[in-house]
């Protein structure tokens, strides 16, 4: 048991230690109240929250075991603050140069240039090609986010690229002021 957990990744390994300390403080209040104030209702409430709880958190080790979640790592290019929402848009570049566009919410703190992992639990039943990740993202299904170290190298080609990317919006700028 020891050495599947320490074979799992820090995120997720808090995310569920996390999981069972919110369930088993669910039950501490309830049995708290029960004794101080005699209330079956809380004590009830409480002990329904604990149970899913645990139900969550045997789900959480069964998808970390079975390695049923999805990476997504790359270098974040991008972060815009949505107004009136509880989220960020982050752009991700990975090793290929493929970008990603993820929602992720406010509690995470990102910084351009820093090479993260995210991770996604799998959905099960029947998707398009191409459209896990945006389901995911659709259902929340955002396990944890790892910041990794970054190569010098890979930060200046990161800043190269961004360059290029500038001078390409400043060019298309100019030639619309061209044209208009």
């Not at 004590?43 to 049923?68: G, K, M, Q, Y």
């Not at 639990?121 to 191409?130: F, W």
Request: include cysteine; charge should be positive.
């Amino acid at each position: 048991m020891r050495a599947a957990l320490s074979a799992w990744p820090p995120p997720l390994l808090r995310r569920w230690v996390l999981t069972i300390a919110a369930g088993v403080g669910f039950l501490l209040v309830g049995v708290a109240v029960w004794l101080a104030a005699g209330d079956r209702t809380m004590l009830i409430l409480s002990s329904t929250a604990f149970l899913l709880a645990l139900v969550r958190a045997v789900l959480l080790f069964r998808c970390f075991t079975l390695e049923d979640y999805a990476v997504v790592e790359g270098v974040c290019i991008q972060v815009t603050v949505l107004p009136l929402q509880k989220c960020r848009k982050v752009r991700l570049l990975d090793e290929e140069d493929h970008e990603h566009s993820l929602l992720v919410g406010k509690q995470y703190r990102l910084r351009v240039g820093v090479r993260y992992r995210f991770y996604f639990q799998r959905q099960s039943g029947a998707q398009l090609p191409g459209t896990w990740l945006a389901s995911s993202l659709a259902a929340g299904e955002l396990l944890g986010v790892r910041k990794k170290a970054i190569n010098r190298l890979d930060f200046w080609g990161l800043r190269s690229w961004v360059r290029q990317k500038k001078r390409k919006k400043r060019r298309n700028r100019e030639l619309r002021r061209l044209f208009i």
